[in-house]
């Protein structure tokens, strides 16, 4: 299996800070990478596929950047409905493994 | 827009089977989607636990394969999960969902049904 491993597990920010979490992967997945977001009692929210493509009607604030193992989902300008947790997850190879989650909290 | 809906027992005994359907609406099960099970224990991460193609191919999480089978039905347009031999670390939100498989998104799930939590006790 291909593990993904996310930093910071969580963090604390203000609103208006850029906040950057890391994933990696533990063998190259070229760009077959997305990034979820899930807030408390939903289902998860595709915001990233392919490693840096923005899903339609997800703000411009998200963007991911990486390819190969080292990937990166970055807020530009962190906002009040942000605050959540994000899971990368690796589409290259089943099992489609998800990393352990990053909580943004203020 | 596709639109995902979990059914089933929301308490299943310990060795028992938990059972889940996952209706969906608003596109036909056949078009080349993959059918998605995905898991989170309360409080925890997310964990893939396996999909299915129309044409039947599936995937398994090795940690669960020898338990798990998910089925199609295209005369109901909906799919469905078995777990069998269930113990109290089968506890979870269960979620089904669809993931694309083209040449820009690659491979990204991207519809999720609201989730329903199964709880394995005696």
């Known amino acids: 299996d291909i593990q993904m491993t996310q930093s910071p597990s969580s963090l604390s920010a203000s609103v208006g800070d850029r906040v950057t979490i890391t994933c990696r992967a533990s063998q190259d997945i070229s760009d077959y990478l997305n990034w979820y977001q899930q807030k408390p009692g939903k289902a998860p929210k595709l915001l990233i596929f392919?490693?840096?493509s923005l899903q339609t009607g997800v703000t411009s604030r998200f963007s991911g950047s990486g390819s190969g193992t080292d990937f990166t989902l970055t807020i530009s300008s962190l906002q009040p409905e942000d605050f959540a947790s994000y899971y990368c997850?690796?589409?290259?190879?089943?099992?489609?493994?998800f990393g352990q989650g990053t909580k943004v909290e203020i | 827009q596709v639109q995902l809906q979990e059914s089933g027992p929301g308490l299943v005994k310990p060795s028992g089977t938990l059972s889940l359907t996952c209706a969906v609406s608003g596109v036909s099960i056949s078009i080349s989607n993959w059918w998605t099970w995905v898991r989170q224990p309360p409080g925890k991460g997310l964990e893939w636990i396996g999909e299915i193609h129309h044409r039947g191919s599936t995937n398994y999480n090795p940690s669960l394969k020898s338990r798990v089978a998910i089925l199609i039905d295209k005369s109901k347009n909906h799919f469905s999960l078995k777990l069998s031999s269930v113990t109290a670390a089968d506890t979870a939100i269960y979620y089904c969902?669809?993931?694309?498989?083209?040449?820009?998104?690659?491979?990204?799930?991207?519809?999720w049904g609201q989730g329903t939590l199964v709880t394995v006790s005696s």
């Open positions: 969902a669809t993931t694309s498989v083209d040449e820009m998104v690659l491979r990204a799930t991207d519809s």
């Open positions: 392919a490693g840096s």
């Open positions: 997850q690796q589409s290259y190879s089943p099992p489609y493994t």
